[in-house]
Nanobody, 117 residues
């Protein structure tokens, strides 16, 4: 059974930091591209950051220079370090795993991030 379990969300003041984690099980994690997405109320889900199986990264323009995605294949976990948080970063953050050579992707259940004073 495939599971992606996010953690690390919460309430933080503007300018603060959070680190999200996504622990994966039931997949050959090292072969998967992993991504973080977010969805704010009334908006579509959007890509935040991606990391390939080889470690190449890609970021949304809105988070470049503030967020860092990384992965630990030994722990089958992907991270999102979020610094200099802004109120507009408030959203539910989701982890996604994309298998190699096509096939079904997997999503986590999401973790809420709220940036507010």
């Amino acid at each position: 059974q495939v599971q992606l379990v996010e953690s690390g969300g919460g309430l933080v003041q503007p300018g603060g930091s959070l680190r999200l984690s996504c622990a994966a099980s039931g997949i050959t994690f090292r072969h998967y591209a992993m991504g973080w997405y977010r969805q704010a109320p009334g908006k579509q889900r959007e890509l935040v950051a991606q990391i390939t199986s080889g470690g190449m990264t890609n970021y949304a323009d809105s988070v470049k220079g503030r967020f860092t995605i990384s992965r630990d294949n030994a722990k089958t976990t992907v991270y999102l370090q979020m610094n200099s948080l802004k109120p507009e970063d408030t959203a539910v953050y989701y982890c996604k795993g994309d298998p190699p050579f096509g096939g079904s992707s997997y999503w986590g259940q999401g973790t809420q991030v709220t940036v507010s004073s």
